[in-house]
Structure formats: structure tokens, C-alpha cells
């Protein structure tokens, strides 16, 4: 959507131009749009200088569709076909498909472990990795060895123990 509207407008995106108007809906699953969410988007699929937005829009769909499939067995048909299709071939003008297919393609057998373990999440790990960025961010600035450490303990919930046991 970005590259395209350089190229048809000459500049990024801004308030009025067709394409920047859809940013939120182009990024909706189809059952989920509004009527005017809709009718937005239509309006820009009928420009046929939009063409290759509609394309890979409705690409993006069909991965969105494997991913929430019930069947985890269908959902990995639906995403093989996909990486398929686009490992085939894809029109030189969709730059951004071509790059996607091809890392699909190369990544395969990761992509499609997502439907071989359903319910997997990393969620734990991105929560520690949340904690520890968050501890990063509010010991910056520390010189000090033992005020750091205590700002740690502090962080972890560890501090009370510690003081206790000194006590």
C-alpha cells in the first residue's frame, strides 16, 4: 500500500488520498469490516492503478483464513497451497509478494509447524522478554553495583526476602 501510493501520488500518504484512508481496513479480516470499511475498500479496488493492492490484499487474506481455520489439518492444505502458489511465480511488479513468497518458501517447514502444534504460543517468553526490557528501561543510568542490584530485586519482586534475611 505505501510503495504504491509513492507511486501513483509521488509522495507518502496523507489525509484524503484513497489509500491512505484504508490503512485500518486493509488490515481487517473480510468478515470482520464494517459496511463502510466495505465500501472504502471497493472504492479503491475499482482504480485499476490499484490493482496490485487488491492482489496482495487478497493474499494477505488467504493467510489470514489458513491461520484461523478450525482444522488445523486444513488450515496447513489452505497455507501449503498458498506457498505453492506463490513459490510459482508471482508478476514482477508485486515486489513485496515476490520477497513473501520466497521467504514462505524458504521457511516452509517453519511456517507450517504453527498447524502441526496447535495452541503452541510463545506468549511466556515475550512476557520475560517484556520484564527484562522493562528493567533495562528503568535501571538505566545506575552507576552504583549495589543500588542496581537492589532496583533488580526490587524489579523481580525478590527484594523483601532479601531484606528479611539481612535483618
Known amino acids: 500500500r505505501q510503495r504504491l501510493q509513492q507511486d501513483t501520488c509521488g509522495h507518502r500518504g496523507r489525509s ?62 489452505l497455507m501449503t497451497k498458498l506457498i505453492d502458489t506463490l513459490a510459482a511465480g508471482v508478476p514482477a511488479a508485486l515486489t513485496e509478494l515476490r520477497t513473501l513468497g520466497r521467504t514462505l518458501h524458504r521457511r516452509r517447514d517453519d511456517v507450517l509447524a504453527y498447524f502441526d502444534h496447535p495452541g503452541t504460543s510463545n506468549g511466556p517468553s515475550e512476557a520475560i522478554n517484556g520484564l527484562l526490557e522493562h528493567l533495562r528501561g528503568t535501571a538505566r543510568g545506575f552507576r552504583n553495583l549495589t543500588h542496581y542490584i537492589a532496583r533488580c530485586l526490587l524489579d523481580a519482586g525478590g527484594f523483601r526476602p532479601l531484606v528479611h534475611s539481612l535483618l
Open 16 to 77: 484524503g488520498d484513497p489509500l491512505f484512508g484504508i490503512r485500518r481496513a486493509a488490515r481487517t479480516r473480510v468478515g470482520l469490516l464494517t459496511d463502510k470499511q466495505w465500501h472504502r475498500l471497493l472504492r479503491v479496488f475499482d482504480d485499476p492503478s490499484h490493482a496490485a493492492f487488491e492482489f496482495t490484499w487478497s493474499v494477505y487474506q488467504d493467510i489470514i483464513d489458513a491461520y484461523q481455520h478450525r482444522e488445523p489439518a486444513e488450515g496447513r492444505k
